[in-house]
């Protein structure tokens, strides 16, 4: 995720990896005696104290002043994520937890993500956001039927998108003129992506037609509503007030009402997963809004067939229990995963 070159020993790594652990947990500095205690590796105060003297050389921690115990810096909580294994697992109670309740019957492909973003939030306390990129998807299924003076359209993406389109008309149409609607969308527009088929409509479909013009409002219709359901979204709002550092220090939690308050910034924000397709944290001053600087983003890709189709993730105070929290949003994004990956009929990674 950060990549940095460090010259830095395995006995060295441990007891940052011990510091960062007993920070997180209590909020408070630490010092040598709190490192001895909680080692599995025998070494004395005395080196201890001595190890940390490099780590503070280095920049990994600092202390608030000279007698104080040590808390870890930025550089310090980058190298700490990096030493957390990819493939850790999730908690036992948590993996009950989100097995339990992501488990469900999906009405549609947003009622998956919603339901995973109010799962994530419950267990880690932080705001949980989620963005779909439908424009990626393939259109995988598309049909008409007629109610009176009524055109229902109904189709489904590869994504796991269905949607439904009411379209009045002026008059009844016939059952070859339905046929010939059909015939003519599957033609053009069956099995390419929702981008492909934005590109093209406008060369597909003739307006000297009738019925081709009747397509083309279908399908007018139909891509603004992909495009509403991209829209990014987020729950759990109220879960990171509780968190200690945000009750003590109004500026932050002032920061973050003006990050959810702000339509532009929160869509920049998730934005941010458009730009890549691998698991990345984004910690406090790496992020690109001042007002995130105390906080922490984990974004987690699931993907559409060989395609980044959208993300979920999490924003959360940057004293947080990284280790814990890191396999609960990466399982969500897997679940996720997975449900596309079976709804196209390919290989699911879903954890049993």
Known sequence: MFFHMNSLNTRTKEILNILIDQYVNTGFPVGSETIVQNSEIEVSPATVRSEMGL?????????????????????GYQLFIEMIPDDNPPEMNDFVT????????????????????????????????????????????????????????????????????KLPLIRKLTSNEIQF?????????????????????????????????????????????????EEGKFKGAKRVFEHPDVISQPIIAKSLLEMIDDPLLF??????????DSFRVIIGEDNIENNLKWFSIIIAPFGISNNLGGSIGLIV????????????????????????????????????
């Open 267 to 276: 869509e920049d924000l998730i934005d941010l997963s458009n730009d890549e």
């Open 98 to 165: 989100l097995k339990g309740k992501l488990n469900v019957l999906p009405k549609t492909f947003e009622h998956v993500c919603e339901n995973a973003m109010a799962v994530i939030s419950d267990l880690t306390g932080g705001v949980a956001f989620s963005k779909l990129y439908s424009s990626r998807s393939i259109l995988i299924d598309f049909g008409f039927f007629q109610l009176e003076n009524e055109l229902i359209i109904t189709s489904k993406l590869s994504s796991g998108t269905v949607l439904e389109i």
């Open 317 to 352: 105070p940057k004293r947080i229990s990284y280790k814990r929290i890191l396999p609960i949003v990466k399982y969500a994004s897997i679940w996720i995963d997975g449900l596309i990956k079976k709804n196209m009929g390919e290989n699911s990674l879903i954890l049993e």
């Open 181 to 229: 609607l059909d015939n003519f969308i599957k033609l053009e527009i069956f099995g390419k992506t929702i981008d492909q088929i934005e590109q093209s409509k406008y060369s597909v479909f003739s307006t000297d037609n009738l019925l081709q013009q009747i397509c083309l409002e279908i399908f007018e219709i139909f891509l603004l509503r992909i495009r509403r359901s």
């Open 55 to 75: 780590l503070t050389r280095e920049g990994y921690i600092s202390k608030l002043h000279q007698f104080s115990g040590s808390i870890p810096s930025h550089k």
